[in-house]
């Protein structure tokens, strides 16, 4: 009688696993050549759609690059800066920020904002770290990642990421890896010999969540997955601008110097010494070009046809400019338009209003993907989710990036008005003043409030001992009674 060994579902993967594997890769596959598009616009490596009119077939190979598409995306990523979580209650936050910090969300979280930017989504993937270590929180590009969500819920049911597999020994070389994530699981798996999955590692986590927070761009209720701020109107002028100056490039190399006519020259006038017929460069760049009269005595004509003037170019260059400036809510001095009259600083805040107000709304957006991704780090680390009454808070610098000037004045007339009290941290924080700065201030306080302590109780204690030290009066005659014995 033979027995036979039941294959272990800690090393297999289950028909159900594998079937989310082959879904989640096909999606991830499908939206790829999207994705490596918008990167290439903001890495300014697209390919120009050229209209066959203009452009000779010798120049086809010149590639011009207008960066706009980076300039209007990093504008709105520069006014995203995270600065601290905690919580809303005003309990100590010393955990949060150990986790943030081991973490380095404050330097991860500008790549996470710049890619939601330009791909539209970005993923924050949350894990057990070694040992005693917090739990790790990962910023994952929408290339190597995918999440199934389920609207009604508003949470991810699946995920799935693939990358390089250089931490594994089993891996060979250039091999590829996939996590999948699972509501009670995390597996990793390395391809097998078989063309199937093999499992290197099951993290049995039982959430009842998947571990991964998506952090979308431009969401609306048909398309919670995320648009990029690259749109297609963006990449048509982009391509537009391009075309201009490759048209610029190639009147410069054909029309910049102008053409000259010559009428009533005889045949010497172009042959050199020897009677040898010159190059029709020779014959342009002449700095003397010495002719001689006719049979008539008549004087040849030389005259030029008007030089190309590029003005026109780059007329139509800042019309793009502007409509590019109008697409992404940015002053167009920012993308290169000039005037005459400089603007002033105030008319320079106004046509800042409208990159102000987008960068508030990504801050509210981001900035619950935040708390979400936080929420479930604590969760990781202490085996039970917070409590539900307990919100987190993110503290983002102001995106309007006042003055520091202006900043302190309205600070100080709300203290003048009792609206906020001078020792609160509200108060520093609505002055400009970072984190870090903000814990300096409080260390600093109760440092004074010890040492004006100490000085109380010094001088309290002199005192006491002076008091002690000084003589006591003689006692009178009648205190003792001498009055009464005569």
């Given at each position: ?144 990642m995918t999440l199934m969500w389920d609207a009604r819920l508003r949470m991810g049911t699946a995920a799935l990421r693939e990358c390089q597999a250089d931490g594994y020994v089993e891996s060979g070389p250039e091999e590829r890896m996939i996590v999948l994530y699972l509501p009670d699981q995390t597996i990793t798996a390395l391809p097998s010999p078989s063309g199937s999955w093999e499992v290197v590692d099951r993290d049995i986590h039982e959430l ?98 008007p030089a190309h003037d590029p003005s026109g170019m780059t007329k139509i260059i800042d019309l793009y400019a502007r409509i590019m400036s109008s697409q992404f809510g940015l002053p167009p001095h920012m993308l290169g338009y000039t005037t005459d009259n400089p603007a002033s600083a105030d008319a320079i805040r106004s046509t800042e209003a409208k990159l102000v107000k987008r960068s508030e709304r990504r801050i509210r957006r981001y900035g619950a ?118």
């Open positions: 009688m033979t027995l036979s060994i039941p294959e272990l579902p800690l090393v297999y993967l289950s028909d159900y696993e594998l079937a989310m594997i082959n879904m989640l890769r096909a999606d991830m596959m499908r939206d790829r050549y999207e994705l490596q598009l918008r990167d290439a616009y903001f890495n300014g490596e697209q390919l120009i759609r050229d209209l066959g009119i203009s452009i000779p077939p010798q120049l086809k190979g010149l590639h011009t690059v207008i960066g706009w598409p980076r300039v209007g995306v990093e504008s709105l990523e520069e006014r995203l800066d995270l600065e601290a979580f905690r919580w809303a209650d005003g309990a100590d936050s010393s955990g949060l920020e150990e986790i943030a910090d081991a973490n380095d969300l404050y330097d991860e979280s500008s790549l996470a904002h710049l890619d939601s930017l330009v791909y539209g989504r970005e993923y924050l993937a949350i894990g057990s770290g070694d040992d005693d270590s917090p739990p790790l929180i990962s910023v994952e590009s929408p290339l190597d009842g969540v998947v571990p991964v927070v998506r952090m979308a761009n431009r969401q609306r209720t048909s398309d919670r997955v995320g648009r990029s701020e690259i749109t297609p109107e963006v990449m048509s002028v982009t391509d537009a601008a391009c075309r201009r100056l490759m048209g610029m490039e190639v009147a410069a190399e054909f029309f910049g110097a102008p053409q000259r006519y010559i009428l009533g020259a005889s045949e010497s006038a172009f042959q050199d010494a020897e009677g040898n017929a010159k190059s029709a460069w020779e014959t342009y760049i002449g700095r003397i070009l010495a002719l001689e009269r006719d049979e008539d005595g008549n004087v040849p004509t030389v005259s030029q046809f993907a935040w708390q979400q991704a936080m929420r479930l780090a604590l969760w990781v680390r202490d085996g039970e989710p917070p409590e539900k009454t307990r919100r987190i808070e993110t503290v983002w610098r102001n995106p309007a990036t006042p003055t520091i000037a202006a900043q302190v004045d309205a600070t100080v007339k709300l203290v003048q008005a009792e609206i906020l009290p001078p020792d609160s941290d509200v108060t520093l924080e609505m002055a400009g003043l970072t984190e870090g700065q903000r814990q300096r201030v409080a260390a600093d306080r109760r440092r004074a409030a010890g040492q004006a302590g100490r000085s109380a109780l010094m001088d309290r204690l002199a005192e006491l001992s002076a008091g002690d030290s000084r003589p006591s009066p003689e006692p009178s005659e009648a205190s003792l009674g001498v009055d009464d014995l005569g």
